[in-house]
């Protein structure tokens, strides 16, 4: 029988914000946290949801920012997904990255609350030239793996997920979700905590847009990798002007 939980806060960057999934009712980011979050509440009526995720930032920021906000809310279920910006700048530390998480999810846990952590999707094959830092995203996922298997903490493995191979699931950046890509990521979060997921999230997906298709390495790294690059350079951050976009608890429904 699957456990149930009353409230659920999400931390992280990006991927946990919602980038790539235009909410359809606001001007902000839905994503596969926000998707989960209503098929969850479906099951448990009194369920209550807090997003602390800001696109840009980096492990140790998320560390410092967002898991005390969330541990003073006193959740029974937490998701924590962070990292993944850090293994794409020089320096990278797995074994610091992993040392710091098994701290952050032994907080998590000794709070009380049940801890979501995830493995990256691949997104090697959707990137020209990011092939080279493949092995820096299979160490952070070794590094997850063994803090969730040390620590008890629910494993959502993304990259095991074969349907993530389909650019389809990708935004035009190729580096975050599209609204595709969140619900496949909230179906594989609703299959680990035993929620049904919505049945729209299996049906079959539409053909990949003309312009998707025809864009090439060149017009991809002119649009996309030119803007982060120079976000690099500058000292700056796609979330320096970005809050969380729903920092407490509230009830979904």
Known sequence: MAAEYSSFVAI??????????PDPGGDRYRGWADLFALRAAEQWPAFAYANL??????????????????????????????????????????VQLSTRAHEVVRLLKASGAEVILFTCADITPHIPGIAVLRKRFVATNDAYKRVAKRHNAILVDLWSDKAFEDPRLWSEDRLHLNTFGHQRVAYDVCEALGVEPDPAWSEPLPHLPRPRREMNGVQWAGKHLAPWVKRRLTGKSSGDTVDPKRPELTKVK
């Open 12 to 21: 992280g960057d990006s991927f946990t914000e919602g980038v790539g999934d």
């Open 53 to 94: 995720a800001v696109r840009g930032r980096l492990f140790d920021r998320i560390v410092d920012e967002q898991v005390v906000p969330a541990i003073k809310q006193s959740p029974d279920l937490v998701s924590f997904a962070a990292g993944g910006n850090d293994a794409l700048r020089p320096g990278f530390n797995p």
